[in-house]
């Protein structure tokens, strides 16, 4: 098998320490392969945003090791923590996070610029980007004035600009209402078919159904998987996809 | 019931044979409840009996033709106008269940509910893929087909709620002591009714 694009390799972490030290999470050994997505699931508290800032080098683990593409952040200093994200790894949270001053175009060029990419370079990879989440008509529309769902899909075309393949994604439906939210999920699904991989957070079922795997998170602790299956019945029998 | 009413609103579109009648169901339903042709019978003729279908002509095939009368067109109406009546939650499998997995000893209700997610979850992903093959629909058969995957969709994500939901009111119970075993009750129960208090 090829190299992870992302692995937790009995992660745990803690803050304070001794009697009021508080596990937020604990041995969580977890694998993320190219054309992957694994949705995590689990009540408020139970340590899913922690994995997910965990994943993209944004929090060091209090123990255990995390590998993006084969690299071992524990071996990178904050100078190359933070090119790993830029290159690597794309976030995309509830509320967007784009900047309101910078076009779609620039919103999603604005990791490739930051390390150093030429203009004409990082404008044609942020139209291909653009282009994947059909949104390249709007590329020089400012946030306000796109709708939610419009925001979202630049912000997962962020996400995968250029060499970035690992999407951690928080919530990413939260503020969408439902039909939009299955448009971005249908985005966000055929980013991750086309060679990407990533960890999709939630509390909302339906969302969780479009990844390959759901991981079930309590106090900490990864206490159920499931892996997406070869389709058997899909409706009752007869249906016509059966 | 809704495949008598199914039938005769189709009916309301024009007069069918009993094989054209299981066609023309099958292609607004995408196959997901299949009717075999003794059944559509069955159901004509019992519409027929109750006055909502007219038997007409055959033609040179010796097909039999049915026609909806003015007492079906009603009752076509009466139904798109009616909401339909849900079986309520007592009568639940799964809600009974965990109602009775909740009285007894020894049972670890967490696992019960994570087996139950868990296969809830492996439906609702083989029905968002059944989705994911139509992008959009492109006819009305394939918007038949994607409310009807799109009910499926949503029943089982009320499941999972419903467990989520469960799961926490039985945490918050343990706590307060309330969720313990339900000892089987050895007072024998009284047969009949309850006697009267005797008026003067």
């Known amino acids: ?242 | 019931m809704s495949v008598r009413q199914s039938l005769l609103a189709i009916l309301d579109q024009g007069p069918c044979y009993g094989y054209q009648l299981r066609a023309e169901f099958d292609r607004r339903t995408g196959g997901t409840w299949p009717l075999n042709v003794g059944q559509i019978y069955q159901t004509l003729d019992r519409l027929e009996r109750d006055g909502l279908v007219a038997k007409g002509e055959s033609d040179r095939e010796g097909r039999a033709y049915y026609e909806i009368t003015d007492a079906g067109r009603e009752a076509v109406a009466s139904w798109l106008s009616s909401p339909v009546e849900r079986q309520t939650a007592a009568r639940d499998e799964l809600a009974i269940k965990l109602a009775v997995a909740a009285t007894l000893p020894g049972v670890d209700l967490a696992s019960v509910i994570q087996v139950q997610r868990t296969a809830a979850l492996a439906l609702l992903r083989d029905l968002t893929r059944t989705k994911d093959s139509i992008e959009e629909p492109e006819s009305p058969e394939d918007l038949a087909y994607l409310l009807l995957v799109d009910a499926q969709i949503f029943q089982v994500d009320g499941e999972l709620r419903w467990l989520d939901h469960s799961e926490g009111r039985l945490a918050r119970a343990a706590a307060a002591g309330v969720a313990r075993p339900l000892p089987i009750n050895t007072e024998v129960p009284k047969r009949g009714r309850p006697a009267k208090a005797v008026q003067s």
């Not at chain 1, 989440?133 to 996400?159: C, F, K, M, N, T």
């Not at chain 1, 479009?210 to 007869?238: H, K, M």
């Open chain 1, 1 to 242: 098998m090829s190299t992870p694009l992302l692995r937790l390799d009995g992660v745990a972490m803690q803050y304070g320490k001794g009697e009021a030290s508080v596990t937020a999470l604990s041995g969580i050994d977890l694998e993320v392969q190219r054309g992957e997505l694994v949705a995590v699931m689990g009540a408020s508290g139970s340590g899913k945003s922690t994995l997910l800032t965990i994943a993209g080098g944004l929090t060091a683990p209090t123990a255990g090791e995390v590998t993006v593409g084969g690299i071992f952040l524990s071996t990178l200093a904050a100078k190359g923590l933070a090119q790993m994200r830029r290159r690597s790894v794309g976030f995309v949270f509830q509320d967007f996070n784009l900047v309101p001053s910078l076009t779609a175009l620039e919103n999603v060029t604005l990791p490739l610029e930051l390390d150093g990419w030429r203009g004409i370079a990082a404008r044609s990879a942020g139209h291909d980007a653009l282009r994947a989440v059909e949104l390249d008509d709007r590329a020089d529309a400012y946030p306000d004035d796109l709708s939610g769902g419009q925001q979202q899909r630049v912000a997962i075309a962020r996400a995968v600009v250029g060499e970035r393949r690992l999407i951690l994604a928080d919530e990413p439906t939260g503020a969408l209402d439902s039909t939009t939210g299955e448009l971005v999920m249908r985005m966000l699904r055929r980013r991750i078919d086309a060679g990407a991989g990533g960890i999709l957070v939630t509390h909302d079922s339906r969302h969780a159904a479009w990844a390959d795997r759901i991981v079930f998170l309590r106090d900490g602790r990864i206490v159920d998987g499931t892996r997406r299956e070869a389709p058997e019945q899909l409706l009752v029998s007869g249906g016509r996809h059966v």
